[in-house]
């Protein structure tokens, strides 16, 4: 789901005929875009800033600088609820070329939830999406955006994070997004949409979607 004008040109570069179908979320990332605080992620060994050099949304992204730690990363933490689907995005600006992984990890009993997302940095914005299951035990996850066996210091950008209870990802919410609110606090609580909003929902592809014409 493209969330800025370099993500649309990638899509319009790869065409595919796509709807937005209006549907509610909550969006469970309270920092989602950066925008005054990085509160909920923790850094790994590299060190983690707000950055206006890149942005998917808003004015501020957070810029990891990696050290030479093969897998460094950083994390957002959360806690959930067990035996459920989740599903995870984030904008990525990664260094071209370099391997990365989107890694899930219950922290209650230290194993890793389902298949790592594996994907390469395209020195652009590109749209990472993952759907996971949480374990029958234990509540304490964190989700890691690390390197995926990689000495790379270069750094990366993360934005418009979002983390939904279901299946499938809808369009980037947060509460400074039209159609969208915050919880509470602006920039430090979850934030929502409703399913009669217009502006945001699920990314449907017409090649995959029939209907019936009437006439």
């Not at 749209?127 to 299951?133: A, M, P, S």
Request: aromatic content about 10%; charged content about 15%.
């Amino acid at each position: 789901v493209p969330t800025n004008e370099r993500e649309v040109q990638h899509v319009m570069a790869n065409p595919v005929w796509q709807f937005v179908k209006p549907e509610a979320t909550i969006n469970l990332c309270t920092c989602p875009s950066f925008e005054t605080n990085t509160t909920g992620w923790t850094a790994g060994a590299g060190t983690l800033a707000r950055s206006t050099e890149q942005q998917a949304v808003g004015e501020y992204s957070g810029k990891y600088t990696p050290s030479a730690a093969t897998t460094d990363g950083l994390y957002n933490a959360h806690t959930l609820a067990v035996s459920t689907t989740y599903t995870f995005a984030i904008s990525f600006y990664g260094v071209l070329g370099i391997p990365y992984r989107i890694r899930i990890h219950n922290q209650s009993n230290g194993v890793d939830v389902g298949s790592n997302l594996q994907f390469t940095g395209a020195g652009a914005w590109r749209r990472q999406v993952i759907t996971f299951t949480t374990s029958s035990t234990g509540t304490s996850y964190r989700l890691f955006i690390e390197k995926d066996t990689s000495a790379s210091v270069g750094a990366y950008y993360v934005d418009a994070v979002q983390l939904e209870q279901q299946d499938h990802a809808t369009t980037y919410c947060d509460g400074d997004q039209r159609d969208c609110t915050w919880t509470a606090v602006a920039h430090a609580s979850t934030s929502q949409r409703s399913g009669q909003a217009a502006a945001g929902g699920r990314v449907t592809d017409l090649t995959t979607t029939s209907y019936l014409q009437i006439q």
